[in-house]
């Protein structure tokens, strides 16, 4: 009976974690060119969400020419 209960545990287990997660990967948020806006997860007061900046100023990727 000992053995069932293991055999069954894990094939009902393993099954389950082997399944892909429902939830796609996770992006950088720089990484979602279509949003206009950051979000920030949790609860907090205030707003959750800010507005993307680019400035011209700014090197966002860095290169060969990067400076110290």
Do not use: C, I
Not at 43 to 56: I, L, M, P, T
């Amino acid at each position: 009976m000992r053995h069932l209960f293991v055999l069954f545990f894990l094939l009902t287990f393993g099954g389950v974690a082997a399944q892909k997660p429902y939830y796609g990967t996770l992006k950088w948020p720089e990484q979602d060119t279509a949003s206009k806006f950051y979000t920030v997860k949790g609860e907090r007061q205030g707003v959750s969400f800010f507005k993307k900046h680019y400035f011209q100023n700014v090197q966002y990727v860095s290169n060969s020419r990067t400076t110290n």
